[in-house]
T-cell receptor
């Protein structure tokens, strides 16, 4: 099936630093989603992107839908300890009969106070 | 409160002993799915259901069964668990569209 490649796999940063992560695919996606998974919890949707070139913010988070439709980026500004978790990109494959989502491998973020 | 619940949250079992993980949602969603999460692989879909009595395979269905007799419930059944099914399992529901709501997860260990 379609695959989403996320990078970096993990990041260890100082509180207050900005964070950037990205997700790429070999095929086109019409929707890009960014989820965050807190330790011991299920993923929670952060941002949804529906149009190529779209730039959407949610507080300190900003995500962009790449114009090629094959990539997406998530930025976190001024990181804080509660940003710790795993961030996943996801998107529905083309023939999405069953409301499926394809997920990237995740970026594990660790923030040092 | 709108939510997806899973039980049990943690389970340790032995190879070959049948088990069921329950999933329930109170949002009247038509779509429900099961995923497994393994390190570095993200979440992979096992089975999904578009409505009552309508289920289909996801990316990694081998060794699993599901049923959807009621809209709110979508149990995951492992008839003969094996160690390679040790994983973290998530149930999710959706009203359609890309947004899915996830349960808290079930950590399964098969010895």
């Amino acid at each position: 099936g379609q695959q989403l490649n996320q990078s970096p796999q993990s990041m260890f940063i100082q509180e207050g630093e900005d964070v950037s992560m990205n997700c790429t695919s070999s095929s086109i996606f019409n929707t890009w989603l960014w989820y965050k998974q807190d330790p011991g919890e299920g993923p929670v949707l952060l941002i949804a992107l529906y149009k190529a070139g779209e730039l959407t913010s949610n507080g300190r988070l900003t995500a962009q839908f790449g114009i090629t439709r094959k990539d997406s980026f998530l930025n976190i500004s001024a990181s804080i300890p509660s940003d710790v978790g795993i961030y996943f990109c996801a998107g529905p494959p083309h023939n999405n009969a069953g409301n499926m989502l394809t997920f990237g491998g995740g970026t594990r973020l660790m923030v040092k106070p | 409160e709108a939510q997806v619940t899973q039980n049990p949250r943690y389970l340790i079992t032995v190879t070959g002993k049948k088990l069921t993980v329950t999933c329930s949602q109170n949002m009247n969603h038509e779509y429900m799915s099961w995923y497994r999460q393994d390190p570095g692989l993200g979440l992979r879909q096992i089975y999904y259901s578009m409505n009552v009595e309508v289920t289909d395979k996801g990316d990694v269905p081998e060794g699993y069964k599901v049923s959807r007799k009621e809209k709110r419930n979508f149990p995951l059944i492992l008839e003969s668990p094996s160690p390679n099914q040790t994983s973290l399992y998530f149930c999710a529901s959706s009203a359609g569209g890309a947004r899915q709501y996830f349960g808290p997860g079930t950590r399964l260990t098969v010895l």
